[in-house]
């Protein structure tokens, strides 16, 4: 297994046999996916966010916090030196009052959460992680490639966690991502714009959205190519019913999915040069998503355009 550091003990809790040997699980499943598991660590903290703040660089410690769109943050990597440290909170190792507690249900959430986590060791010790951006690309163009890299490591992570690994609520419902992008947009422009009438914030904050929503679908993807499901095969009938999911993501979809299943899982290695291309072609898919949404984004003239607004009265 690899290293297990304890970081700002909570409770003292952390010794039970139970938890102990759910750690070290937790350490095992690093080891297996580090390439140098000598340089991959387990910390077990009980304060993520001085956890998290300790490893960052002082100019940008005030900045963290650990609530993001896509809810609490339940892990995290850190490149600390030349090591790389797999963040957990010690509360998944605490043992629990309630006698009728599921630890079973609860190991294997935590097992997943390590196994998506190590997964992003695996790219950053392979260097396949946060790919070169073009310093001649535009600036639109340039947040386009760093959502695609984003999406990409959270889409390569998830293929190599095993659906046997799902519990409930392991992803976002297809529907509910909708949704929340329709009604984020809404509120960027509606409130936000009309407050600040800054047009470059504008285009940071409309692609911002655009980032969260489909780092939250990327797992989706992941499942429905674990499952073999054709790409661009119906979803349920809930989420075809859902008019959110049929005008925001639907349209674009099945250039998403196309454009994810050429991407190899993270235990794979793959050449920067086909890595490159294939964020190349998923920043396009989102340049033209984010068309679809009623934005234009151009790189020649510099300007952030509000094409349409009929997805949002
Ligand atoms: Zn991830």
Request: proline share 5%; hydrophobic share 40%.
């Amino acid at each position: 297994m690899s290293d297990i550091r304890f970081e700002y003990p909570s409770s003292g809790s952390h010794n039970g046999k139970h938890e102990h040997s759910s750690a070290v699980a937790c350490a095992d499943i690093v080891e297996e996916a580090a390439l140098d598991p000598a340089k991959a660590v387990l910390v077990v903290t009980g304060d993520f966010d001085a956890s998290v703040r300790d490893r960052l660089p002082h100019e940008v410690r005030a900045h963290w916090t650990s609530t993001r769109g896509d809810g609490d943050v339940g892990a995290k990597v850190m490149a600390v030196g030349d090591e790389m440290h797999v963040l957990m909170h010690e509360y998944y190792f605490e043992p629990q009052p309630d006698p009728s507690f599921d630890y079973e249900q609860r190991n294997k959430m935590i097992q997943r959460l390590a196994r998506h986590e190590s997964r992003h060791v695996t790219m950053e010790q392979a260097g396949e992680a946060g790919g070169p951006t073009i310093d001649r690309d535009g600036e639109a163009r340039r947040r386009f490639l760093h959502i695609a890299d984003a999406v990409i490591s959270e889409y390569r992570a998830e293929l190599d966690v095993p659906l046997q690994y799902d519990v409930p609520f392991s992803r976002f419902d297809p529907k509910d991502v909708a949704t929340w992008l329709r009604d984020a947009i809404t509120q960027v422009v509606t409130v936000e714009y009309q407050r600040h009438l800054d047009v470059e914030r504008l285009a940071y904050s409309i692609a911002q959205m655009l980032e969260i929503a489909v780092k939250q679908l990327a797992p989706i993807a992941a499942k429905r190519a674990l499952s073999g499901e054709a790409v661009g095969a119906p979803f349920d009938a809930s989420t075809s019913a859902s008019k959110d999911w049929m005008e925001m993501v639907a349209p674009s979809w099945s250039d998403f999915e196309n454009a994810l299943r050429a991407v190899p899982p993270s235990r794979d290695r793959v050449a920067a040069e086909q890595l490159a291309r294939l964020t190349q072609q998923l920043a396009d898919v989102l340049n033209e998503w984010l068309r679809r949404l009623g934005f234009e984004w151009n790189d020649t003239d510099h300007t952030f355009l509000i094409k349409a607004w009929d997805l949002y009265t």
